[in-house]
């Protein structure tokens, strides 16, 4: 069975820092394209950051210089690590893996609370 897991959220204070982890069973080379999304309450679900199916990276512009976006595939897990957060980075974090015939999983998400 396919599964994305997202930990590592909790509650920091605006500047501080936090890293995501999404693990992926069975595999993580089932999917070719992987991403963090962030759902903000009452706001639609984004895109954070995403490794292309090139191997690129593509950042959300609101988050480039302080997000990256790294795996171990040894580990089958992908990462978010976050600094300089904001409170506006607030919401949910979702993982999401698109295998190789488009099908798009998800995780169930992780809550990241900033507060001012």
């Known amino acids: 069975q396919v599964q994305l897991v997202e930990s590592g959220g909790g509650l920091v204070q605006a500047g501080g820092s936090l890293r995501l982890s999404c693990a992926a069973s069975p595999s993580i080379f089932r999917f070719l394209t992987m991403g963090w999304y962030r759902q903000a309450p009452g706001k639609q679900r984004d895109l954070v950051a995403a490794f292309t199916s090139g191997g690129n990276t593509n950042y959300a512009d609101s988050v480039k210089g302080r997000f990256t976006i790294s795996r171990d595939n040894a580990l089958y897990t992908m990462y978010l690590q976050m600094n300089s957060l904001k409170p506006e980075d607030t919401g949910v974090y979702y993982c999401?893996?698109?295998?190789?015939?488009?099908?798009?999983?998800w995780g169930k998400g992780t809550l990241v609370t900033v507060s001012s």
């Open positions: 999401k893996g698109r295998d190789w015939n488009g099908v798009d999983y």
